[in-house]
């Protein structure tokens, strides 16, 4: 009896201490820019208070260890729109926590406004004729929300309606695999949009065209689909960008004008016109995953950009494939997401004027810079995260009057009428995919590991006299998914998020080392073991180290002249105008009034930047010049 008493009381006593710990914050709701002031009481000396953005894994990057019971924290960083909570720990228990939201502030710099969408990977419902274990195994590795893919689609419509843009922009994979039915989907969402007076243009990604992955789904079994050709996709989407008489004739690249001085530059950097389909008699099925630009669409899109700008127009330039790296080695490490040809198409739409670009395709939300040869011009591309997939982020470019001034926004699609929690499950899916897309890097890759080691080593011989090497790369991707699969998920649910640079990685690159660290293990012999490991972790550390700090710190470039960092869901960029000024009427008798200087990370100063500067002068007829100057 006394036994049940002691327990009684000890129970009583942590509840009471439970309700006495408190978190809080000034207000449920802030905005942007705010700064937010935590408050805790009868917190114990020593627990760490983190901040966590919505679903995020990893917390905010400043985290405070307390030193007293009670007292006031102001997070060092003005917060990002988006849901909180704070979590207050100590040992290893959640002793208290509060929620919070940063709304956004609200953007009207007089000018066009533009909805930017990828990878939307609608899979028309009635290609799942009856669910069953066809459509399980597919699913089972894929990271997109394809079952829900349509209504997302038509709900992202819906509320495009009711935001009412000047223009939609959708840089790719418009369907699961180029599916008809699928098409015919997204151009009945588009029509609605036409109908409600919003413009829409379009270019294909990889899935789109020629794909032998068209499929219906009927309980254990399935049937390959109708797919589209490129002849057909151009038909299909006559009403959103095909009709322009201002085509390509060596690709589905054409140029638009859909708004008065607002130049749309759409390039198709596909290889689908390569793949084989079983479906249309080849005798095996293959698909392109990579891309490129052809030498002459490349020739054409410059010819045509450079005409655009010496007409003082301002152009967007819009292609599924990535044109710049978005981390440091991407072209190495995942060659399918960057055009074959990128450097020399960067430095070629540079020179003829090119400062925007959006892309899809990785699946990310990223903004990556990249600089000519000179530093003299750069070129900024804005990579949209997959609107079928976890965090199902949609863009919004904000212009003023003369398209100088770009800012960039970020929403979420947060829920659907078949799936309120959608971003809880979508983020699940994702997670469960990543073994998935381990297996096939380290198949793509498994060459290139065996090349390697053969050069350092001398023999295959001498390198399984050192380790128990993996008989091949489905056996090497076990071994990797034993060890990293964790850091890996957590890795790029942060990059799908966005701003790396403003969470807390301290803890995913140890985890990564440490993974490595028991694969040297696992594989190198005892005998060799000691001798190894300091080598092999300094070929890492060789490697991977600017890869690290390029995804972790959100930084391109790293440790070069061009290195730079650029916010990648809520950026300010500044832009020329064309050639000519942009503006229509300038009278006799208009002064400049006052001039700024903006660099172009979009800081504004009333001197000049090192470096390149967009100069922007306002008269006093209430119009605006700019000007790019070199300092």
């Known amino acids: 009896m006394r036994f049940k008493a002691i327990i009684s009381v000890a129970l009583c006593a942590t509840a009471l201490l439970a309700q006495a710990q408190q978190v809080s914050v000034g207000r449920a709701a802030y905005t942007a820019g705010d700064n937010v002031t935590i408050t805790y009481s009868d917190i114990p000396a020593g627990t760490m208070v983190s901040l966590y953005k919505g679903l995020s894994y990893q917390p905010m990057r400043y985290v405070l260890t307390t030193d007293q019971p009670s007292g006031e924290w102001i997070y060092p960083d003005a917060l990002e729109p988006g849901d909180y909570e704070i979590r207050c720990k100590g040992g290893g228990e959640l002793l208290a926590s509060a929620y919070f939201r940063v709304n956004d502030k609200a953007v009207d710099l007089g000018g066009y406004r533009i909805v930017v969408l990828s990878d939307i990977h609608v899979m028309a419902p009635n290609l799942l004729i009856n669910d069953g274990s066809a459509f399980e195994s597919h699913v089972a590795t894929d990271r997109k929300m394809l079952r829900q893919s349509a ?89 959103y960008g095909y009709s322009s008489t201002k085509r ?14 607002m130049v749309i530059l759409a390039l198709d950097s596909n290889e689908d016109e390569e793949n084989t389909l079983i479906a249309r008699g080849d005798d095996t099925n293959s698909s392109h995953v990579g891309g490129r630009l052809k030498p002459a669409t490349l020739q054409w899109a410059c010819d045509h950009l450079k005409k655009a700008r010496n007409d003082g127009k301002q152009v967007i330039t819009m292609l599924h494939h990535h044109l710049v790296p978005h981390f440091d080695k991407e072209e190495s490490l995942l060659t399918p997401y960057l055009l074959e040809n990128a450097a020399t198409a960067q430095q070629q739409l540079m020179q003829a004027g ?28 804005v990579s949209s995260g997959a609107l079928v997939g976890y965090p199902h982020p949609f863009r919004t470019m904000h212009f003023n009057p003369d398209a100088t001034e770009l800012q960039l926004t ?26 998935s897309l381990v297996r096939t890097l380290v198949a793509l890759y498994w060459p290139r590991v065996i090349a390697k080691l053969e050069e350092k080593f001398g023999s295959m011989d001498v390198v399984n006299q050192i380790m128990d090497m993996p008989e091949d790369a489905a056996a090497a991707a076990v071994i990797a998914n034993n060890y ?34 028991a694969i040297i293990d696992d594989l190198v012999k005892p005998l060799y073991r000691a001798a190894m490991r300091g080598l092999l972790l300094a070929e890492v550390e060789q490697r991977f180290g600017p890869v690290f700090e390029s995804v972790y710190g959100d930084i391109n470039a790293v440790g070069t002249a061009k290195q730079c960092q650029v916010n990648d869901l809520y950026a300010t960029l500044s832009l020329t105008g064309g050639t000519s000024s942009g ?32 100069v922007v002068e306002q008269l006093n007829d209430g119009t605006t010049h700019s000007s790019k100057m070199l300092l």
Not at 486 to 510: F, I, Q, S
């Open 151 to 239: 209504e997302i689609f038509t709900t992202m419509v819906d509320s495009i309606i009711a935001l009412h843009p000047d223009l939609v922009l959708i840089s790719g994979d418009l369907t699961k695999d180029g599916e008809l039915d699928s098409h015919l989907y997204v151009v009945n969402e588009l029509d609605r949009l036409r109908s409600a007076g919003i413009p829409s243009l379009v270019v294909p990604g990889n899935h789109d065209c020629n794909n032998p992955g068209a499929k219906t789904y009927d309980g254990d079994t399935w049937n390959y689909a109708p797919t589209v050709t490129r002849d057909d996709f151009a038909s299909l989407y006559a009403h």
């Open 248 to 261: 390509d004739d060596a690709s589905l690249s054409y140029i638009a004008e859909p708004m008065p001085g």
């Open 354 to 381: 090119a400062e925007v670009v959006l892309t899809g395709h990785f699946h990310v939300q990223d903004i990556a810079q990249t600089y000519n040869s000179t530093l003299t011009d750069s070129l900024v591309e």
């Open 410 to 435: 970020t929403g979420y699609i947060a829920s659907i009428p078949s799936m309120p929690d959608l971003q809880v499950q979508s983020q699940a899916v994702l997670a469960r995919a990543i073994p």
């Open 484 to 517: 990293l699969e964790d850091p890996a998920r957590r890795t790029y649910l942060l990059m799908t998020e966005g701003n790396e640079n403003l969470k807390r990685t301290d803890d995913l690159r140890d985890d990564v080392m440490t993974g490595f660290n």
């Open 583 to 614: 503006i229509s009427e300038i009278r006799p008798d208009a002064q400049v009034v006052s001039t700024y200087y903006v660099n172009l990370t979009g800081q504004r100063a009333t001197r000049p930047w090192p470096g390149i500067n967009i």
